[in-house]
């Protein structure tokens, strides 16, 4: 069982880089979400998606691009780094969010770094 | 405000004791609410789900109290591998979970 794999584990960008975080699960989930989690915080969610061709903003979407073209991957790009972006990145993805208690399922989450 | 408190701690705890956490929320519409634990550099993993009526898994109970806006964890006969950081998380209407900064719990020999 793969669950949400998320890569890469790690990474180190320039200011002004782009890059794209990727997420993938093989569970059939209808709902994946971004987070990103800095010290002192909680998890802030970044973007989300309910379905396949259905994304939205979450709490600071701000620099990050979603897109989600199929039921199993829904990656995150980032369109021009900056130092504020350095955070860690949680992908994560649930059955569905008609379920009321429904569980949020994990990647293992990528440390980035820009410089 | 935040829409999630917790106080950060940590919890500094001896082997077997019982220790409770508290988290309080801000929405009075929130509809669900959970507990997840996370380890030191590892992702969030689900610990329980928060029911009205209080429920418990083991040596975990988790409580809500919908008037006063608060949800709290107890931790009986406590052991070294629940050293942890336990995140309380509450479901918005909007597609949205709220997470907590969560609480550092570690537990001593």
Not at chain 1, 12 to 38: F, I, P
Not at chain 2, 27 to 45: G, T, V
């Amino acid at each position: 069982n793969a669950g949400v794999t998320q890569t890469p584990k790690f990474q180190v960008l320039k200011t002004g880089q782009s890059m794209t975080l990727q997420c993938a699960q093989d569970m059939n989930h209808e709902y994946m979400s971004w987070y990103r989690q800095d010290p002192g915080m909680g998890l802030r969610l970044i973007h989300y998606s309910v379905g396949a061709g259905i994304t939205d903003q979450g709490e600071v979407p701000n620099g990050y691009n979603v897109s989600r073209s199929t039921t199993e991957d829904f990656p995150l790009r980032l369109l021009s780094a900056a130092p504020s972006q350095t955070s860690v990145y949680f992908c994560a993805s649930s059955y569905s969010w008609t379920v009321m208690n429904t569980e949020a399922f994990f990647g293992q989450g990528t440390r980035l770094t820009v410089v | 405000r935040k829409e999630v408190e917790q106080d950060p701690g940590p919890f500094n705890v001896p082997e077997g004791a019982t220790v409770a956490f508290n988290c309080t929320y801000s929405n009075s519409a929130s509809q669900s609410f959970f507990w997840y634990r996370q380890d030191c550099r590892k992702e969030p993993k689900l610990l329980m789900s928060v029911y009205s009526s209080g429920n418990e898994d083991g040596r975990f109970t988790a409580q809500l109290n919908r008037a006063s806006q608060y949800i709290s964890l107890l931790i009986r006969d406590s052991k070294l591998s629940d050293s942890a950081t336990y995140l309380c998380v509450v479901r918005k209407s909007n597609y949205q979970l709220i997470w907590g900064a969560g609480t550092k719990l570690i537990i001593k020999p």
